[in-house]
């Protein structure tokens, strides 16, 4: 089955300093890659996903994503952090054959942005 | 389009007390989800349904039963809860694009509490 690994549960940056969220996945055929984001006592909402066209992948609210093969990862990144982007955070990967209609989704990442 | 919609928002049962979830979505997917998340857990499936009349296990089925009767519906039922059962449960549903499910629509979610 497919798997995904987000480094750090917890990151916290200052308003304004770049956001780093890391994201590696474990496929032997490039996958599907989605970053989704959820508010406190909300639901899941898209941020971006990859479906093997461009490997630079910008969404939503300023963030980008970029799909590297060769090091299985797809680590999310907005240039200038904002208080508004505190939230937790889900990489996912999709599934394959047997298991395609399937996201498998990491632990999550929760953001904090100090003023 | 209201989205994905669940019911109820809220609900708190004993233990052993059976209760039904109810997601009714408008968008005319085929696939639908049942998702429970826990903190540090991410997000487990449950049970899916790859069209009206199928359901398939997902990660963590035990204790849960699910029946999709018409598209726009899927239910969840617990039929004897548990205090491992307290959680946050998400249904989400998703299209077909070019013949592949793709990405996940999510519903704000139904927090559950068993004691």
């Known amino acids: 089955a497919q798997s995904v690994t987000q480094l750090g549960s917890h990151v916290s940056v200052s308003e304004g300093a770049l956001v780093l969220l890391r994201c590696n996945y474990s496929s032997s055929v490039p996958p599907y890659l989605f970053w989704y984001v959820q508010y406190p006592n909300q639901g899941l909402q898209l941020l971006l996903k990859?479906?093997?066209?461009?490997?630079l992948v910008k969404g939503i609210n300023g963030f980008e994503a970029e799909f590297k093969k060769s090091e299985t990862s797809f680590h999310l990144t907005k240039p200038s952090a904002h208080m508004s982007d505190a939230a937790e955070y889900f990489c996912?990967?999709?599934?394959?054959?047997?298991?395609?209609?399937?996201?498998?989704f990491g632990r999550g990442t929760q953001l904090t942005v100090w003023p | 389009n209201a989205g994905v919609t669940q019911t109820p928002k809220f609900r708190v049962l004993k233990t052993g007390q059976s209760m039904t979830l109810l997601c009714a979505q408008d968008m005319n997917h085929e696939y639908m989800y049942w998702y429970r998340q826990d903190p540090g857990m991410g997000l487990r499936l449950i049970h899916y349904s790859v069209g009206e009349g199928t359901t398939a296990k997902g990660e963590v089925p035990d204790g849960y039963n699910v029946s999709r009767l018409k598209k726009q519906n899927f239910l969840l039922g617990l039929e004897s809860a548990a205090p491992s059962q307290t959680s946050v449960y998400f249904c989400a549903s998703s299209p077909l694009a070019g013949g592949l499910p793709y990405e996940q629509y999510f519903g704000p979610g139904t927090r559950l509490t068993v004691t």
């Open positions: 990859y479906t093997s066209a461009a490997t």
């Open positions: 996912a990967v999709s599934g394959r054959g047997s298991t395609l209609g399937r996201l498998y």
